[in-house]
């Protein structure tokens, strides 16, 4: 149901002031000079449907059946942090991305070594070093 702001604006226990015969002839003469001939009417009309249509959609929230959208509670318009649980797919994603870099890492320092250890026997088989120390 729409919430116009008259009805809310309006205090019952203020009284209504009751238009004199000319401010209403004035009001009249300045609608029909705005809008046309029939103008007041139509707006009476259109008022009293709105009105209508309103007080229809309060009856059948009224008597329909109490669902459990009605009982719901507004945790949903409150803004607070929720709490959610770890996502496993998201986990996974994480756990194979270390492993790979880590491995990689491991990978690097083993060919490192690999390729010290060749060179140092390589050396040792042409005779550009020794493990027999110097004599001075």
């Not at 604006?9 to 009284?15: C, L, M, S």
């Not at 803004?79 to 491995?103: D, N, Q, R």
């Amino acid at each position: 149901m729409k919430n116009r702001p008259n009805r809310e604006a309006v205090n019952p226990n203020t009284p209504i002031r009751e238009l004199e015969d000319e401010e209403c002839e004035k009001i009249e003469s300045e609608l029909v000079r705005k809008y046309g001939i029939g103008s007041l009417e139509k707006l009476v009309q259109r008022r009293m449907v709105r009105i209508h249509q309103d007080l229809l959609a309060e009856r059948v929230e009224q008597d329909s059946p109490p669902t459990k959208e009605k009982y719901k509670m507004a945790a949903h318009k409150i803004a607070h942090a929720t709490l959610k649980g770890p996502s496993l797919v998201k986990e996974i994603c994480i756990g194979i991305t270390l492993g790979l870099f880590a491995g990689g890492l491991w990978k690097m320092h083993h060919w490192n070594e690999q390729r010290k250890v060749r060179e140092f026997y390589h050396m040792l088989n042409r005779g550009e070093i020794s493990v027999v120390a110097e004599e001075e």
